[in-house]
């Protein structure tokens, strides 16, 4: 996948998005949004927000930032925003997920969903969310990943080469995404239908660097 691709699949997408995904999804963003316990006045930044499905969905005392690829898609989730009066989705921008334009630390919550397979680096686009989420925050992460069943497994296997005329890849392997991205996974669950998809919540530890540094006793150092 290449943001090149991506960007392709997704116009041809986004008249019919919701149309085709809405429905079908609607469980999986219920999920994730019930699970992260959003408090008032918290920052949550969603990744890959595209049409804007799930910002409804948000409390109205919590502050929404949405960033997409696609200008298509973006577009429909600010006529959303302007139609639904949604005055708490803060920021709808144009970016690339895996090069955000925000400050370290700076949103309590990220969540991606239906994102993953999408990007041309799974590991650069956790790095990401790690990077903006708080130190002790979480991140939310809703995907499909290859079926555990060998019919479905093959039968994923054998389409991936579409991947980048559909939009995602069909072969991400859900315990290689855990230990590649180092995720301190601390619940996992099946979504949507049949349990399908797979919803991840994990903890945003940041190891106190500087601290350890400032701590550390001289006799530590290099003598002189």
Not at 38 to 58: A, N, Q
Not at 136 to 146: D, M, P, T, W
């Amino acid at each position: 996948m290449n943001i090149e691709a991506i960007e392709k699949a997704y116009r041809r997408q986004a008249r019919y998005y919701d149309l085709y995904f809405g429905a079908l999804f609607h469980r999986g963003r219920k999920a994730v949004i019930d699970r992260i316990g959003c408090r008032p006045g918290e920052k949550i930044l969603e990744v890959g927000v595209g049409t804007g499905l799930s910002l409804p969905m948000y409390p109205d005392d919590v502050f929404v930032t949405g960033i997409d690829i696609s200008p298509e898609m973006l577009e429909r989730a600010r006529r959303r925003r302007e139609r639904d009066e949604l005055d708490n989705v803060t920021e709808l921008r144009l970016m690339d997920a895996e090069q955000m334009q925000f400050a370290d630390d700076e949103f309590d919550k990220v969540v991606a969903m239906y994102v993953v397979p999408v990007v041309s680096n799974p590991k650069n686009l956790v790095d990401e969310m790690y990077r903006v989420c708080k130190p002790e925050g979480e991140l939310f992460i809703v995907n499909h990943f290859q079926s555990q069943n060998p019919l479905v497994g093959r039968l994923e296997q054998l389409i991936s080469p579409l991947s980048a005329m559909i939009g995602f890849r069909t072969n991400l392997c859900l315990d290689n995404f855990i230990q590649e991205t180092d995720l301190d996974v601390i619940e996992r669950s099946g979504v949507n239908m049949f349990g399908y998809w797979t919803m991840l919540q994990a903890r945003n530890i940041k190891p106190p660097v500087i601290e350890e540094l400032v701590s550390m006793p001289a006799s530590a150092g290099y003598a002189g």
